[in-house]
């Protein structure tokens, strides 16, 4: 059974569709990315998904059930929608708040402050923080229940490098325990890295979902920078290489690796300058998918 499912999820907002029949599978033990613009329908997917608004039709579920048919919500779900601290409150003693909400043991808090490395600012006011210890407090808000499912509205925002390969390893062993992430990201250079699959919406319609591996939508090749490029791609094309000239010197190739270009110049006595792999990253990848959509719509 998903961690999380989307049944054709509808929401509108007057004359505004905000979101348009979402179905898609969150698994658990695995980490997947939510990304889409801004006004794409992450938020209202997740609001709809933790019952902060109601749905036109369709459903959300987490383990089979809506959110607010579980018994036990902060047990079974960990979200970080935004940061709702009061400013003159301490970090303790805002996750004691939180803990007497979720109904568990108080010393689940000094667990969660270190989990997260924040036990040495457990009793300072939460309105000295910084943003990314506002970040860290949030998800230690989101872990006082010890759930399962975690929902996550741009952890990485606010965080330094430091930070964000905390939150990383952090985000890959709950994952590995078997545990559902489900985050959404504008950072998708950090997406890359870390998470395994990604749900792509835009406005309120479903793009793509499926591994982050698999997103590219091109072969990847290699580019090449050679002053004997001209005979270079005469060889390469008779060796069965896809050949793109993109620049006096330069070539694209598909169907040939790095070795297979540097060992064709290497016979013909080419001087290369530049050899690299290429494939599409994930920004580009996200740009194309939404260019589609577009000119599908």
């Known amino acids: 059974m998903p961690g999380i499912a989307f049944r054709q999820l509808s929401k509108r907002y007057g004359a505004i569709t905000a979101l348009d029949g979402l179905t898609a599978d969150v698994m658990p033990g695995r980490v997947t990315a939510f990304l889409g613009h801004n006004g794409s329908g992450k938020t209202t997917s997740m609001r709809l998904l933790l019952g902060l608004s109601a749905p036109d039709s369709g459903v959300a579920t987490i383990g089979g059930e809506r959110y607010v048919d579980l018994p036990h919500p902060l047990r079974r779900v960990g979200a970080v929608l935004d940061q709702g601290f009061h400013p003159n409150r301490s970090a303790v003693n805002h996750l004691r708040i939180v803990a007497a909400q979720a109904g568990v043991p108080r010393y689940r808090v000094e667990e969660v402050l270190d989990l997260v490395e924040l036990t040495p600012a457990a009793r300072r006011r939460v309105g000295g923080f910084s943003l990314g210890m506002r970040q860290r407090l949030a998800l230690a808000s989101a872990l006082v229940g010890d759930p399962a499912v975690l929902v996550l509205d741009e952890p990485f ?59 590219s939508t091109t072969t990847p090749g290699v580019a090449v920078t050679s002053v004997d490029a001209d005979l270079l791609a005469v060889t390469l094309a008779r060796r069965g290489a896809v050949v793109e000239r993109t620049g006096p010197h330069s070539l694209d190739v598909t169907g040939a690796s790095t070795d297979d270009v540097g060992r064709a110049a290497a016979d013909i006595g080419a001087v290369v300058t530049d050899l690299h792999a290429i494939a599409d990253d994930l920004e580009s990848v996200f740009a194309d998918l939404i260019h589609r959509q577009e000119a599908t719509s």
Not at 175 to 184: E, H, N, P
Not at 185 to 213: C, K, M, Y
């Open 157 to 215: 925002n606010g965080l330094d490098p430091a930070g964000i390969a905390t939150m990383r390893a952090f985000l890959r062993r709950f994952a590995d325990d078997g545990g559902t992430v489900f985050l959404s990201s504008h950072l998708l250079s950090e997406v890359a890295h870390s998470a395994d699959e990604a749900i792509v919406i835009h406005r309120g319609h479903l793009v793509s979902a499926g591994p982050v591996s698999e997103l």
